[in-house]
């Protein structure tokens, strides 16, 4: 174990075997559900192993493709209810990332407020990122590190969470300084946006992803947990 900035990181070692799959999926497996989505056919992979949230993903080309496990709530509630919630993560990545990346959690909270939101730690550009036509709402010092925060309009067919949904709001936490493994307090990333006057719907998610816009790449998340404690 190590100590990088913003707590311990515990490097994990990677995973063999698992289950790859290579069209838009998703299915739970001891507690976590694991999820790949793009919107263009053919362009990568997921492989998950059943061990915490793990997985590994590859793809090449695509103009979005997002890769993630985690926690999934089928009674969405309010963040609150679920206690503290809490990721460890560890990362290797090759390749490149095409025109944007986000490496970290996502997630979303469902009507009356369908929110898809994103906690950056990492990318295959340039931190800190910045989606583009974003709101600066003000940062926030979390996990030893600076966040800014940001909330961004969206519309789109078929990426929606939120039922009869084609146009709603992201919310960003993007870090300053790019880490690769750590521990991400979500809980305090979803009072600051709180406090910053983004508010949550009923969380639906809480997962560990990956999602680029192009490029050829693969990215290993060597430890991979999120958990809700009270």
Not at 76 to 103: D, H, V
Not at 115 to 140: C, H, L, R, W
Not at 156 to 183: D, I, K, L
Request: proline share 4%.
């Amino acid at each position: 174990m190590s100590t990088g900035d913003g707590g311990p990181c515990i490097e994990g070692t990677a995973q063999t075997g698992g289950t790859t799959y290579t069209t838009n999926s998703e299915n739970t497996i001891d507690g976590n559900t694991w999820e790949l989505w793009t919107n263009t056919a053919g362009s990568g992979s997921i492989t998950v192993y059943g061990v915490d949230a793990q997985f590994s993903a590859m793809w090449n080309g695509g103009s979005d493709f997002l890769a993630r496990d985690g926690l999934q709530w089928n009674d969405p509630q309010p963040y609150t209810s679920y206690g503290t919630i809490t990721a460890q993560f560890a990362e290797t990545k090759t390749g490149t990332g095409g025109l944007f990346s986000y490496i970290g959690i996502y997630g979303w909270s469902l009507p009356p407020t369908c929110i898809e939101f994103y906690i950056v730690e990492d990318s295959y550009n340039k931190m800190p990122v910045n989606p583009g036509n974003t709101t600066q709402m003000g940062t926030a010092m979390i996990d030893g590190g600076t966040y800014i925060l940001y909330t961004r309009p969206t519309t789109g067919t078929g990426g929606s969470n939120c039922p009869n949904t084609t146009s709603w709001t992201q919310y960003y936490s993007v870090r300053e300084t790019a880490r690769t493994c750590g521990v991400i307090s979500v809980t305090e990333h979803f009072n600051a946006w709180k406090n910053a006057g983004m508010t949550l719907g009923p969380l639906q998610q809480t997962q560990l992803l990956v999602e680029t816009g192009g490029g050829n790449g693969t990215l290993d998340f060597t430890t991979a947990t999120v958990t809700a404690t009270e």
